[in-house]
């Protein structure tokens, strides 16, 4: 039997149980192979009788002698069974679920039981002990002896696997898994072929497939399960780091892009005319920016930064080395807001340097828009500044040489493509504000090279964080009119979920009424929200920037990216119900100039997860802790989201947080493979492929394997 056979071919699985299994995942005698154990039950500890000592934990096999039922009161019933074996006689008693135990338990039923024994006198005795019906073997059924067959059940270590009720409904228990499981190996004698090469498995000490398969089901021992494990963490991560050693590859190699060749005026400018000295940490990536822009290869980097630690404008020090060298940028943010924003201060920058600099969104007046398309297209434009609007059919480039990508949380892979494919291999930046912690990073984004700034600019104070209940917010207020009286300006920020929208919105309208009228109707405030039209929103945040509105009301629209350095105070209102990477962001909008600055967050009877999360956040402002954090809390999948975690759906042993040791070795091991034989043509390289095509093909363009 093939191991692609359909899982209806075992015995044992009817067209109901199939149904059952497929709802799971489970349609192939494969399929269930990689149904791995979620933890084991050791019950490898097995004696006779005779030998049991008081107190031990064990598993005694034997043959049910005498069954009694005693007293038939309910709560005072009792139900005794006498199991012997060549050495001795062991008394079971059963307390509660008497009536369903001395219904399914019988005189000369073969039984394996678990628990602890205690004497009384000298008679061995186990209470409530576990006990597993040992069923004469398919082969060779002796008469009272254990097969082989029983062994998968009793005196080992025992696999328990996830079941869900629909399959404990239908009989599916985690003992009929392993009897599945275990005729998959036994009676078919189930195939598993290698999926790694003879000299990985020996440089890197693994087991090989089909003995780590049957040690992970039943191991027999803790040292062989964890090995089998280890082998099987490790081939997952291979595979995973393989996809992107050959997606970096074929980018290096099949694509040629422009060399940027020399800095000029424009970059030379640029550096003189900064009101500020770059960090190092910019500096080192502005470095590693322009050594890929010069090897002609495509650039793919990842520019990873915490909140506030200056992304902007080393992405801007790569777009002036492309004007320097007559190519256009451009640059995608993710929100209208942020796209205005960086619009003006790039523009503040780079128009004294003689660049032309356009901003391009969808909520542009037609004709503005043809003007700026035409300017593309001719190439008088030199930089464009929008949204997503930037990669629509009609937007062509005379010659875009590099795509800056803000925020690449909430761009999907398809329009990454789609931009890169407005111009034959630009060089791509991707920038993240909501860093991921370096465990994560090599699994999400391995085929990317990546720079992290984990330096923030000279002068900038750490946050002070505060938790505060709702009946402290009249000291909020008054720190936060002490602050505008210093000349300082801050944020008031509501929650709005997608579940409670018009609710959320409603409450933080009226909110904003309250305050105005109320608390500060001396202070100027601004109210801005997702439904307000562009141009409004557009207006108060203007006025916010220029000074004219002392607090800014709003939602999460303020979330991301917007950078008033005046802005000191951020209050987040309802905290408990924001995730850990939203209060990050939202904090990160203070603290950005060299004014001490502090967040409140408000919150009334968090649950202990949010309280875990409003801890972290007072506990650190590193950013990338609190990524790390975050993805403990609630699983890397959750963090990632799906559109990032990609290559990671379907991994079913290994975990990101948990065992990066392993990625890292598995990544060298791909990296090396393809490096030596980036085709997989080489004869020991065969599995390899055939697996790669098998499994991954679908996952990735491949068109150069075959
Ligand atoms: N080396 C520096 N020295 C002083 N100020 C700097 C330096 N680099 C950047 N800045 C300023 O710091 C602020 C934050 O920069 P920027 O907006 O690029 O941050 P960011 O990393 O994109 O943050 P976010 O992810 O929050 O958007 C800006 O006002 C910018 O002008």
Redesign the pocket.
Known sequence: MSATASIIYLKGVGSKKASILKEIGISTVDDLLNYFPRRYLDRSAMKCIRDLADGETVTVVGTVLKTQLEGTHPGRARFKVWLGDATGQLELTWFRGVRFFSRSIVSGDALAVHGKVSYFGRQAQMQHPDYDRLTASPHEPGEGEISDFDLYHTGRIISIYPTTDAMKQAGLTSKQLRTLVARAFDEYRVRSEENLSQAILSDYHLLPLREAYHEIHFPSSHEALELARYRMKWSELFYVQLMFALRQSELRTSKRAVIFTHSGVVTEQLYRTLP????DA?KQAVREIYRDLKTGSPMNRLLQ?????????VAMFAMALAADNGLQSAFMAPTEILAVQHYL?MKRLFQPLGLRVGLLTGKQRKKERQALLEALGSGELHIAVGTHALIEGEVSYAGLGLVVI?EQHRFGVLQRKALREKAVNPHVLL?T?TPIPRTLSMGVFGDLDVSV?RQM???RRPVRTSLCYEKELAKVYDFLRSEVAEGRQGYIVYPLVEESEKMDLKAAVESFEELSSSVFPDLRLGLIHGQLTPDRKEMVMDEFRRGEVDLLVGTTVIE??V?V?NATVMVIEHAERFGLAQLH?LR??VG??EHGSTCFLICSMPTAEARERLEAMVSTNDGFIISEIDARIRGVGNVLGKEQSGPLNGLRIADLTRDFDIMQSARIAAFRVIAEDAQLRAAEHGVIKAHYLRYYQDRVTLADIG
């Open positions: 500020y000295e770059l960090t910019q930064g915490d909140v506030g630690s200056g992304k902007t404008i201060s803000d920038m504000a700034i600019p000279a002068g991301v990216g950078d350095p962001q990160g909008r950005r100039g």
